[in-house]
């Protein structure tokens, strides 16, 4: 678990969880359930996404990345069209 970012509206969390039954893949190492999680935190909701759209959220945040020193206001911005879909609220353990 790395935490990527946190700013003032969001947190974004990487996760590479090994799964808990070994893989019989011949050759082939050890799969993962990676995904992000991102918490909304005027909303109080968060999200889990793994598999393709995961790998979109990464390749935008790495096209504004690649762009240039990309500013709170747009990050934010652009993970918020990720965070909309959360629907599970976040309670404090």
Not at 7 to 23: G, K, L, N, Y
Not at 32 to 50: L, P, S, T, W, Y
Not at 69 to 78: G, K, Y
């Amino acid at each position: 678990m790395h935490m990527l970012y946190n700013s003032d509206s969001f947190i974004v969390v990487q996760f590479d969880v090994p799964t808990a039954e070994p893989q019989i893949v011949p050759a082939g190492p050890q799969l993962n359930r990676e995904g992000f999680e991102i918490v909304d935190k005027f909303a109080r909701k968060e999200i889990f996404i793994e598999g393709a759209l995961a790998e979109s959220f990464q390749q935008g945040v790495q096209a504004l990345i690649d762009e240039g020193q990309p500013s709170e206001d747009e990050l934010d911005a652009f993970i918020e069209r990720y965070a909309v879909m959360g629907q599970q609220p976040v309670v404090m353990h």
